[in-house]
């Protein structure tokens, strides 16, 4: 079921326990209902458990433009900590090599997540598979390349990216969270091998 609680309710408690490898300041701590009072007239969908149900192409299409685009953000900003430090500092040979790759991976993850705003056209679209398909595959595409950018960058750097403070260490923490959102790599892949034999 799905329904809106009030954090004001009684019975919601918050639990001080968002203690994780990165994206740390978000504070996205779990959130306990225990003898919550929730009206019929409150819940907006009831769905088998465990299954796909369309509500999730809504779901997906309007949030995960936004959700990836804080991926997006992290990568761009290792990519340019990353170019600055190799015109700075004497590179290695094949430094231009790394930039153009991780520029790739950039240029990836910018269309991919280009193309998941398309598909949320405005917020103007219907709930059909086909969009929570296309966006479980780009999402997935996104992800990897924004992890892909901030490892390179991690590698054009060197052993300074490892100290806080240069700055890449954050990036690198929080970027690895971007796998972890609905759906992993592989429950997407499987939920999209499943849509292209059924269709």
Same mark, same amino acid.
């Given at each position: ?6 954090f004001?309710?009684?019975?919601? $408690?918050?639990?001080?326990n968002?203690?994780?490898l ?11 209902? !225990?003898?919550?009072?929730?009206? !019929?007239?409150?819940? #907006? ?11 999730w192409?809504v ?12 991926y997006?953000g992290?990568?761009?900003r290792?990519?340019r900590?990353?170019?600055n430090?190799?015109? *700075? $500092?004497?590179?290695?040979?094949? %430094?231009?090599?790394?930039?153009g790759?991780?520029?790739? *991976?950039?240029?990836?993850? *910018?269309?991919?997540? !280009? ?8 917020f103007?679209? $219907? ?12 999402? #997935?595409? %996104? ?7 901030? #490892? ?12 806080r ?15 972890y ?10 939920? #999209?091998? !499943?849509y292209?034999?059924?269709?």
């Amino acid at each position: 079921m799905h329904f809106p609680v009030s954090f004001k309710s009684e019975g919601v $408690k918050v639990l001080n326990n968002w203690s994780a490898l990165g994206m740390r300041g978000t504070g996205s701590h779990s959130v306990k209902l !225990e003898g919550v009072f929730v009206p !019929e007239s409150a819940i #907006t969908v009831r769905r088998p458990q465990g299954k796909f149900h369309p509500v999730w192409n809504v779901v997906l299409t309007v949030a995960m433009p936004l959700i990836m685009s804080v991926y997006v953000g992290i990568a761009q900003r290792a990519s340019r900590i990353a170019i600055n430090f190799a015109k *700075e $500092k004497n590179s290695k040979s094949y %430094t231009p090599a790394l930039v153009g790759a991780m520029h790739n *991976e950039l240029t990836t993850a *910018e269309l991919n997540l !280009e193309d998941m705003v398309r598909i949320t056209n405005n917020f103007d679209f $219907k709930p059909v598979d086909q969009n929570g398909h296309d966006i479980l595959t780009r999402k #997935t595409n %996104t992800a990897n390349a924004c992890i892909g950018v901030v #490892t390179r960058a991690m590698e054009i750097v060197g052993g300074q990216g490892f100290y806080r403070s240069f700055g890449l260490e954050r990036l690198f923490r929080d970027v690895q969270a971007a796998k972890y959102h609905p759906q992993q790599e592989k429950d997407q892949l499987q939920f #999209t091998g !499943e849509y292209i034999l059924r269709n």
